[in-house]
């Protein structure tokens, strides 16, 4: 199974590709400006963090809003990449009313197939200053909250296009893996 | 648990091994290495690559704990490297003299670093050198959380030009974890794979603002102490260490003490005028250090305290808990020690470690011997927003 991982700028992108290692899955980091076409046979895809603003222009994304509104593999956005997923929904990036720095309590709304296992609250590590908010007619749900942030987990709704605010790829997110877990399971499919 | 994938040491050093004799060729390399994991692992491998055609340098900054220098020579001739000792603590001092800001300091420390190691490696024969840097070096780098010192190419120096040799980076994609188990497989380095991270500038990093003799041995009695208490904890802590700042404070933002007496009775909330280096949604945070004092309602919440302080104010990067300060009337030092400790898989994030108060309080009495110390506190602050390291 191939799951590469888009580098968006962030400290702990090579992190996911070491956590889909460990899980037994292949991967490997690519750039932004890789092509759909070019990802053609892969299983899934991550998509990591950054430390961009989605809502400062998406020229240094390069083909990334394109691949997660045209492909039919699973995806999961990680943190800047969520917030790349709830605009491409059809959602709004905003400056979160409180940021999030290190360790978070997340709730579970619906937990899907994505956050299954994981309990009705969990611990996670986050770093973020925008959040997701949610816009009439966007193509998403919400599956998860925390005090701070209104939307910590979603999917999209007519497609296996998944985000998290938080980081599933560092050791102090301890249920991390089993969300990646959860992924690689629906990357199988 | 671990797939197939996991990391394998053995196979990690037969490829590694071919792919430094292919690059180094006919020619010698240097390696410079500080005694620590990194460094130490990348040098046992590069020997069992080269041989006799690697020569180890050791610079002596100044910026060394106590006794280190005779123990890194010690563990490295037991490596049956051929060593070679580079003083150039003077140099150093008068290079960084008048620097506060913590990257123009860095950057100066790198260009010292390097300028002496070219020359020593000249003269040696050496156009290859051989550097232990890790994942986590070029990450934070490329990132521009903090400029390392040992990274070059990534930020597009070229060396050759620039310092006269060509760098060799063999452990570039590793992380921390995946070291320790390296240089656990190259064996003999039991003592070096356990040794607590130290950064190469060394106390350097951990003297925040301007950095002079005096300080810099304050801190050094200060990171004694600090080790010898905080290395009796069972389980020992990932890594704990000692930082200085001058004592020298301002109010908080408005709203600081009330968002923490919830948690501290008398509650006191001051930003030290020194900044310290942290990291904010995957962005370089250069910001203020918060001193927290008051009574612990609860001693474990303490640990709720960063939170509230920088939701209050986002220009802040670390929270520290006021452990003792000598009275007003008492007081002669000028620095304050903070204390720190934390937990950790990988060093990309962390957590602080709940050391007892009681053991804090004993670190606190031991520093306070030392006349130009004014006040001991604690580190609260995960990775993120803070960083391990101050500067």
């Avoid at chain 1, 968006?8 to 092509?35: D, F």
């Avoid at chain 2, 100044?62 to 280190?68: D, L, S, V």
């Avoid at chain 2, 490696?121 to 400029?147: H, M």
């Avoid at chain 2, 209050?312 to 002669?332: C, F, Q, S, W």
């Amino acid at each position: 199974m191939h799951i590469p991982v888009v580098f968006m700028g962030g400290q702990y992108n090579h992190l996911i590709v070491r956590a889909l290692k460990e899980i037994g899955a292949s991967s490997r980091i690519i750039l932004p400006n890789t092509s759909l076409e070019a990802l053609k046979g892969v299983d899934g895809l991550v998509m990591g963090g950054g430390p961009y603003s989605v809502y400062e222009g998406t020229e240094k994304f390069g083909n990334a809003l394109e691949i997660i509104e045209k492909a039919q593999f699973p995806i999961l956005g990680i943190c800047l990449s969520h917030q790349l997923i709830g605009k491409a929904l059809g959602g709004e990036v905003v400056k979160g009313r409180k940021p999030e720095y290190g360790k978070a309590t997340v709730e579970v709304l619906d937990p899907d197939e994505i956050l299954q296992g994981v309990g009705s609250e969990f611990e996670v590590w986050a770093s973020h200053n925008d959040e997701v908010k949610w816009k009439e007619g966007a193509r998403f749900k919400i599956l998860a909250k925390s005090v701070y942030c209104h939307i910590e987990a979603l999917k999209g709704i007519d497609k296996p296009v998944y985000g998290v605010q938080f980081h599933v790829e560092v050791a102090d997110t301890p249920k991390g893996k089993d969300i990646l877990k959860n992924f690689t399971s629906l990357c199988k499919k | 648990m671990p797939g197939s994938n996991a990391f394998d040491p053995a196979s990690f050093v037969e490829e590694k091994v071919e792919e430094i004799r292919v690059l180094v060729g006919s020619g010698r390399a240097a390696i410079a290495t500080s005694g620590g994991v990194d460094s130490t692992a990348c040098a046992s491998l590069a020997h069992r690559a080269l041989g006799g055609k690697l020569i180890c340098f050791f610079m002596d900054t100044g910026f060394m704990r106590e006794g280190e220098v005779g123990e890194v020579v010690k563990l490295l001739s037991l490596l049956n490297l051929p060593m070679k000792v580079i003083s150039a603590k003077d140099r150093f001092l008068k290079d960084l003299e008048g620097k506060a800001d913590a990257e123009a300091k860095r950057l100066a420390f790198r260009q010292t670093f390097y300028t002496l190691l070219g020359e020593a490696a000249r003269e040696e024969g050496c156009d290859v050198l051989i550097q232990g840097t890790i994942a986590p070096d070029w990450i934070e780098t490329s990132g521009g959380i903090k400029t390392q010192h040992n990274v070059l190419e990534q930020l597009g120096v070229d060396t050759k030009k620039t310092f006269g040799f060509r760098l060799l980076e063999p452990l570039l994609d590793l992380y921390k974890d995946q070291v320790r188990a390296l240089a656990e497989y190259l064996g003999a380095n039991v003592e070096a794979s356990q040794r607590q991270p130290f950064p190469g500038p060394g106390l350097l990093v951990r003297c925040i603002g301007e950095v002079n003799e005096d300080k810099v041995e304050a801190l050094r009695v200060a990171t004694k102490v600090v080790e010898e208490e905080l290395g009796k904890l069972s389980p020992a802590p990932k890594q704990y260490l000692a930082a200085i700042v001058e004592d020298d404070r301002v109010p908080a933002k408005e709203g600081a003490k009330e968002s923490v007496s919830g948690v501290l009775k008398g509650a006191k909330v001051e930003y030290f005028k020194g900044l310290a280096t942290g990291v904010k949604g995957d962005n370089r945070a250069y910001g203020k250090m918060a001193l927290v004092s008051g009574e612990a309602r609860e001693p474990s919440e303490i640990f709720d305290l960063p939170e509230k302080i920088v939701h209050n104010d986002g220009e802040v990067v670390r929270v520290l808990y006021n452990i003792h300060a000598r009275m007003p009337a008492t007081k002669t030092g000028k620095y304050a020690v903070i204390v720190r400790s934390v937990e950790t898989r990988d060093f990309m994030t962390v957590k602080p470690t709940h050391v007892p108060l009681k053991l804090l309080k004993r670190i606190a009495e031991r520093v306070l011997e030392e006349d130009s110390v004014s006040r001991v506190c604690y580190d609260l602050t995960s990775k993120p927003p803070a960083t391990v390291e101050y500067e």
